[in-house]
């Protein structure tokens, strides 16, 4: 029968005359009058978006955050209205992460944990669909199915696609469904549901053992990740190294070596063995740079101390009959009291590295307190280590030694990230020169 009548209209807007084998797009998605809604295709949808992005004049970071913004969103709504597969799903999430890994210039074999992780454990909170919409589908059919009202307590159980509903369960909370699924849709907080997807990402990634060493430390630790959402202080070369760094994927011959066999000897100082920790924290070749962003840290912590009314002296011999010398990085003096402080830049290896570096240092410098009270004319003196990652890990007990020099509360936030994103460009200054190094040596003769 057709219904020969005027347009019906809504708010003076017709809807539209469709015949049944045609459809008609409504709020993001394909409704046919006998189909419903129609299947989204999320993959013919974002390549084209990438493809923009790519050519679009943005810098890297830039292009990450137009696709998180605005190009992901475009393919969420319909890829959840209608039950597209988790395959197509896996299958978008991988164009997005290659596409992500060429503007980032990130080695294709970069783990996931860098992609997914969020941002406060040490990833780029990038949007995986395939756990996301199924997790938004799950939530939305708990609350359907657990509505108070009499009618969707009716409908819902009928509407309700099992089959489909219970592989997205499965994806989301990582098991079946325990009896029937619309039990277990009945009596689950669809809060709780997915909650920890980010979570188990960043312990994935934590337990490779190439790309996931030390990074454990960097877990629920906003100061030492701050950089990944806002490159602040960092240029994108700079970022795009501490990106590397961080998942261990700088190109060193032991990275370059991995299940084969070569000479993984240091092409920038002929001994040792070439892997990301050498370089940084090893290697002959850099030892000014790495002097240099030793003493750019202590330059930093002076510069604090004299504005809060320290005297600064740097590296005072001090010596000991008992214990010999020894030259602590900076003493800071103000009113007959004085603040010991050795600064150290090591690479964060293990998640006790940095504390036990700085206990070291206290341990070191206590025997002293006795002799730097005389020759300063101190009454009292306390010894601190003051120690920074290489990859930007913020030390805890760092926090200390500002809160001694009397640093209000309100600025030690921000001077934390700025000695953090300080480590890093330190870092990454010695990789731009080892990468010069190893291009020479790689295009001299054998
Ligand atoms: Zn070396």
Redesign the pocket.
């Known amino acids: 029968t057709v219904n020969h009548c005027a347009d019906w209209m809504i708010h003076s807007s017709p809807i539209p005359w469709i015949g049944e084998t045609q459809s008609y797009r409504y709020l993001g998605v394909e409704v046919s009058p006998k189909r419903g809604i129609l299947p989204s295709d999320p993959l013919k949808e974002i390549l084209p978006l990438l493809r923009k992005i790519s050519k679009a004049p943005l810098k890297p970071t830039q292009k990450v955050k137009m696709l998180i913004t605005y190009g992901i969103p475009r393919v969420v709504y319909g890829a959840d209205m209608s039950l597209v597969g988790t395959a197509v799903l896996r299958k978008v999430d991988r164009e997005i992460r290659n596409a992500v890994k060429a503007w980032l210039h990130l080695s294709p074999s970069t783990a996931d944990g860098l992609f997914y992780s969020s941002r406060v454990d040490g990833g780029l909170g990038l949007p995986r669909l395939e756990k996301q919409i199924a997790i938004s589908q799950v939530k939305r059919w708990c609350r359907t199915i657990q509505a108070k009202d009499a009618k969707c307590k009716v409908l819902a159980p009928a509407l309700l696609p099992k089959v489909e509903i219970a592989k997205r369960w499965k994806v989301a909370t990582g098991v079946e469904a325990e009896g029937s699924l619309q039990a277990s849709l009945a009596t689950t907080d669809p809060a709780v549901i997915g909650k920890r997807w980010r979570v188990s990402e960043f312990e994935r990634w934590c337990g490779l053992r190439c790309q996931g060493r030390g990074l454990a430390t960097f877990a629920r630790d906003p100061i030492s990740n701050h950089w990944l959402g806002v490159p602040w202080g960092l240029h994108e070369s700079d970022y795009i190294l501490a990106l590397q760094l961080r998942s261990s994927t700088v190109r060193t011959l032991t990275t370059l070596s991995r299940g084969r066999r070569m000479n993984t000897t ?1 092409r ?5 063995w ?1 892997g990301i920790i ?2 940084v924290s ?4 850099f030892k000014k740079n790495r002097m240099a962003n030793h003493n750019n840290i202590c330059r930093l912590l002076s510069i604090i101390g004299r504005a809060l009314g320290w005297e600064v002296t740097r590296e005072k011999r001090i010596t000991c009959p008992l214990w010999g010398t020894a030259v602590p990085d900076l003493i800071l003096t103000k009113n007959g009291r004085g603040l010991v402080v050795d600064v150290a830049v090591c690479y964060e290896a293990k998640p006790g590295t940095l504390r036990r570096r700085a206990e070291f240092k206290v341990n070191k410098y206590d025997k002293f307190s006795r002799p730097i009270c005389n020759t300063l004319g101190l009454s009292g003196v306390k010894t601190f280590g003051f120690v920074m990652g290489a990859r930007g890990k913020w030390h805890a007990g760092n926090a200390e030694v500002l809160n001694e020099m009397g640093l209000p509360r309100s600025r030690k936030k921000a001077l934390a990230k700025l000695f953090t994103v300080r480590a890093i460009r330190g870092t990454t200054g010695i990789l731009k020169v080892f990468k010069k190094l190893s291009r020479s040596a790689q295009s001299r003769p054998p």
């Open positions: 240091c920038a100082c002929g001994r040792g070439e050498h370089v090893q290697c002959r070749a």
